[in-house]
């Protein structure tokens, strides 16, 4: 019989990994703590309309706002793949929901706080607690924490981090960056289309959130200029379907008389450059003997993404990868998590974890793939998220949800203005539907 060992754990973040990973490790037993330092759950999807004192949030001084939503953003993804495998995102009636396959955010953000409720997860969060530093201490980890500027250490079995990864920056380096006149902003900081009225826009990027910002704006501005590394010669030029929108090849050089020179030759002055550039891992309060770094955008050593092999299951971390459906990963990895600190679940030596990472670096190197993308899991997340259904012995991934991922994802290339609104998978719809019946009745 295995011996199950409940853990006092310390979870940093109350956003919807945080939340997930409180579930888990409370149904193996362990005892939760969730710090957050906002007032609320559900991290990202709390839409915050105020930014930030420095419109790039590159300023390490500046009044940190932790959300990047934009008032119009919709999801990315159709409700049924974004939800968590235990409860499912199905649309619910009431004033202020949103029954649409690809709501808005503040439908995910209602269904974080039913999820919160159901599971009732907020009696173990502490609110307005931030915490500063996560230091090891005679086999175990050191939290402080401050609330109302008071300072808390404690000592906890194990640190679960759930704090995100869309709220630091990353600016695109541009020679000349420096004497250009014009106004700059991160999409960290974007919210509405107003303050671009008339303005001549050039928006650097070409990730979900570049593609949905052009199109806001585009509706107030004079002209959008998208600067894009993935242009091909044929894709260049007038946008299909608008009368102010351009894509041109990413930026040159940038000029103290405003003008701003793109690769392809073309040079445009503009009023504003906005980076949709995407953002940095960062974890000011790690304080662990850089047993763990951020090198070049990849954290590591960590065991599938998650343990560093000389701190496990110490220290843990849900949610570093992207182009993925965070949810149900994040869940699974919260699973995995929770099966191993309660020793239910059983890691490989810390040698034989090492030696995985490196093999796992060799793979990227070998194809070609960038130290940045280490966490982009993106075409092998369901091959990820089965081998931790393995580990915990739980079932696979549903195979209406791996298809309608990919369905989602070439409607989205086809139909890149109304993917959210029509769509062609209404069989898989039907699917879902039915493993959702029959997982709550
Ligand atoms: P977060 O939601 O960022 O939560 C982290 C929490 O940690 C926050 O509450 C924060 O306050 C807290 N925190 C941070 N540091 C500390 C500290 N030191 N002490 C205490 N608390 C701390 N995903 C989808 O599935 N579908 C989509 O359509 C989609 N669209 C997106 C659009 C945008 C613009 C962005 C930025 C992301 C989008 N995502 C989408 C991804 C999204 O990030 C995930 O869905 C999910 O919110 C990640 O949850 P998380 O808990 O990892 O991080």
Redesign the pocket.
Known sequence: MTTVLPKRVAV???????LVAARELRREGHEVVV????NKV????VYDPTTESDPLGIDPARTVV?S??YAS?R???PREV?GFREYPFVAKNGAHRDPRRFPGHGEVLEYLNDYTTKFGLGELVRFG???RRVGLEGGKCKVRSTACGEPLDEVYDAVVV???H??EPRIAEIPGLETWPGRQIHSHNYRVPEPFRDQVVILIGSS??AVDICRDIAGVAKEVHIASRSVTEGTMGKLPGHDNMWLHSMIESAHGDGNVVFRDGSAICADVILHCTGYKYHFA?LDVNDIVTVDDNRVGPLYKQVFPPLLAPLLSF??LPWKV???PL?ELQSKWIAGVLSGRVSLPSSDEMMADIEAFYRTLDASGIPKHYTHNVGDSQFEYNDWLATECGCPLSEEWRKQMYSETNKNRKVRPETYRDEWDDELLVAQAHEDFFNCSS
């Not at 940093?12 to 945080?18: P, S, V, Y």
């Not at 710090?35 to 906002?38: K, P």
């Open positions: 940093i973040g109350a956003g919807a990994a945080g710090f957050e330092r906002g559900g991290g990202t999807w932790h990047s939503l953003l999801t990315n993804l974004m607690a931030e915490v759930c704090n995100g869309y709220t979900a959130s309060f849900v949610g459906g965070p949810f994040c």
